[in-house]
C-alpha cells in the first residue's frame, strides 16, 4: 500500500500521523519506508534524532520532496510492503505528484472551519488525480480534537458535503504527540498504554480496510 498523508494547511498533523503509522504498518516485521516530501524535513530531523539516542530502527526515512515523486515511489514500492509519503503543507506540483502516487490519500483535518475550507483544495486534487489514475482512495481524519468535546463530531457534518468518507477513528490533542517530535520516539514507546498509542493503533487498522 502506498498512502499520502497530505493536506494544503500546515500544521494539521501530518507528520506526527505519518510516522505513526509507519510504525503501525511495520509491526510483524513489514517492510516500510517513509518519505519525506516535506522541504521541511520534519520526519528526517525526527529520524535523525532518533538515529542520534541510538532507538531502534522500526523502518527507514528517506527526504524525496521532488515533483517526479509518482515516477519514483513505484520503484520503491517494489522493495517494500507499504510506503507511506509524509507531503508538504501546500497546494504545488509536489503535492499532485504525491496524490497521484499514492494508493490512498488521507487528508488530516483540525476540527475548525478554516481546514474545512482549506480541504477542498486537496479533495479538487484528488478528483483530478483520479483521471489518471482511477483507484485512488481517499478519506478525511478528525485530527487533534480537543478531549471531551464534540467538535471531532460536528466536524463530519461539514465535511459529508465533499463527497470524501470521514474516518470513524479520531485522533485528539494530547501532549504526548509533542514529546514524541522533540524525543524522537513514538507514542507507543513513551507509554504502550496510553490513549495516544491507542488512537494509532486504531487508526491504522481502519486504514488497512480501506485498500484491498
Known amino acids: 500500500m502506498i498512502i499520502?498523508?497530505?493536506?494544503?494547511?500546515?500544521?494539521v498533523g501530518k507528520t506526527t500521523l505519518a510516522l505513526h503509522i509507519a510504525s503501525e504498518f511495520a509491526k510483524g516485521g513489514k517492510r516500510v519506508t517513509l518519505i519525506d516530501a516535506d522541504p521541511q524535513g520534519s520526519a528526517l530531523d525526527w529520524s535523525q534524532l532518533r538515529h542520534h539516542c541510538n532507538y531502534p530502527r522500526r523502518f527507514s526515512v528517506i527526504g524525496l520532496p521532488r515533483e517526479t515523486l509518482h515516477l519514483e515511489v513505484p520503484d520503491i514500492?517494489?522493495?517494500?510492503?507499504?510506503?507511506?509519503?509524509?507531503g508538504p503543507p501546500r497546494v504545488t506540483a509536489l503535492t499532485r505528484s504525491a496524490i497521484l502516487a499514492s494508493d490512498l490519500v488521507m487528508i488530516p483535518v483540525q476540527p475548525s472551519a478554516f481546514d474545512v475550507w482549506a480541504?477542498?483544495?486537496?479533495?479538487?486534487?484528488?478528483?483530478?488525480?483520479?483521471?489518471?489514475?482511477?483507484?485512488?482512495?481517499?478519506?478525511?481524519?478528525?485530527?487533534?480534537?480537543?478531549?471531551?468535546?464534540?467538535?471531532?463530531?460536528a466536524l463530519r457534518?461539514?465535511?459529508?458535503?465533499?463527497?470524501?468518507?470521514?474516518?470513524?477513528?479520531?485522533v485528539c490533542q494530547r501532549v504526548v504527540?509533542?514529546?514524541?517530535?522533540?524525543?524522537?520516539?513514538l507514542a507507543c514507546e513513551l507509554d504502550k498504554n496510553s490513549l495516544a498509542a491507542q488512537e494509532m493503533a486504531l487508526l491504522a487498522e481502519e486504514i488497512r480496510g480501506l485498500v484491498p
Open 119 to 153: 480541504s477542498e483544495e486537496i479533495v479538487d486534487l484528488v478528483k483530478e488525480a483520479r483521471i489518471f489514475k482511477p483507484t485512488i482512495r481517499a478519506a478525511f481524519i478528525a485530527n487533534r480534537v480537543v478531549v471531551g468535546t464534540i467538535i471531532g463530531r
Open 157 to 170: 457534518t461539514p465535511l459529508r458535503r465533499l463527497d470524501i468518507a470521514t474516518l470513524d477513528t479520531e
Open 177 to 185: 504527540f509533542a514529546e514524541c517530535s522533540s524525543s524522537g520516539r
Open 4 to 11: 499520502a498523508f497530505v493536506n494544503q494547511k500546515g500544521g
Open 77 to 86: 514500492a517494489r522493495s517494500n510492503d507499504h510506503v507511506v509519503i509524509d
